[in-house]
């Protein structure tokens, strides 16, 4: 079985560009998380998507948002990407909606360098 | 205050050494209790989950949580060069409809031959 796939691993953008990052959840997974990971701070959660509907969403500014397609695969926009926004991007996915009955399964994250 | 905190390390232990790691929370709504371990350069791998109060093991791996402490553990048996990475509690309450696994910081663990 496929685990969570994310694209692409590594890139490099210029502060004050956008970025889309991609996600291919475990087959069968309906729920969809993203978090950030950057240095010092730890995992710190973004957004989550069900069913095509984003259900909850952490504290970060309007300019990081995303999308859940119909096949269940997600979207994570970052809009005038600063300085700070360097950080591995990891996505992760769940058997059931808010996944307290069996945690999340991540992929291996995206990378992500603003200079 | 933080709602996980977690020492970060640096831990280093010889191997077959018995590892503790720990994380105190401040969320009594907290019901389900992780640990994660993370390679380098990899995302995190669910180790060990835990419903509520009490023991859970696993092979080398020992999890138990304490609610009334508000404190939560990992012991890992006999240690392993391969067991070196972060170690990553993370917990959540509201029977997940928030959606939003809370972590620690992580305590990065180095297991020496």
């Known amino acids: 079985e496929a685990g969570v796939t994310q694209s692409p691993t590594h890139l490099i953008k210029t502060r004050g560009q956008q970025v889309t990052l991609r996600c291919s959840p475990i087959?069968?997974?309906?729920?969809v998380y993203w978090y950030q990971q950057a240095l010092g701070l730890g995992l710190q959660f973004l957004l989550w998507y069900d069913e095509g509907e984003e259900r909850n969403r952490g504290n970060f500014p309007p300019r990081f948002s995303g999308r859940q397609f119909p096949n269940y695969s997600s979207e994570l926009n970052v809009n005038a990407l600063e300085l700070e926004d360097s950080a591995l991007y990891l996505c992760?996915?769940?058997?059931?909606?808010?996944?307290?009955?069996?945690?999340?399964?991540f992929g291996s994250g995206t990378r992500l360098t603003v200079v | 205050q933080k709602e996980v905190e977690q020492d970060p390390g640096p831990l280093s232990v010889p191997e077959g050494a018995i590892v503790s790691l720990n994380c105190t929370y401040s969320n009594s709504a907290f019901q389900y209790f992780m640990w994660y371990r993370q390679y380098s350069r990899k995302g995190p791998e669910l180790l060990m989950y835990?419903?509520?109060?009490g023991n859970k093991e696993d092979g080398r791996f020992t999890a138990q949580v304490d609610k009334s402490s508000k404190y939560i553990s990992l012991f890992i048996r006999d240690s392993q060069p391969s067991d070196s990475a972060t170690y990553l509690c993370?917990?959540?309450?509201?029977?997940?409809?928030?959606?939003?696994?809370?972590f620690g910081k992580g305590t990065k663990l180095s297991v020496k031959p």
């Open positions: 835990t419903y509520s109060s």
């Open positions: 992760a996915s769940s058997l059931t909606p808010g996944g307290a009955d069996y945690g999340y399964t």
């Open positions: 993370a917990m959540m309450g509201y029977g997940g409809s928030q959606g939003n696994l809370i």
């Open positions: 087959s069968g997974h309906t729920s």
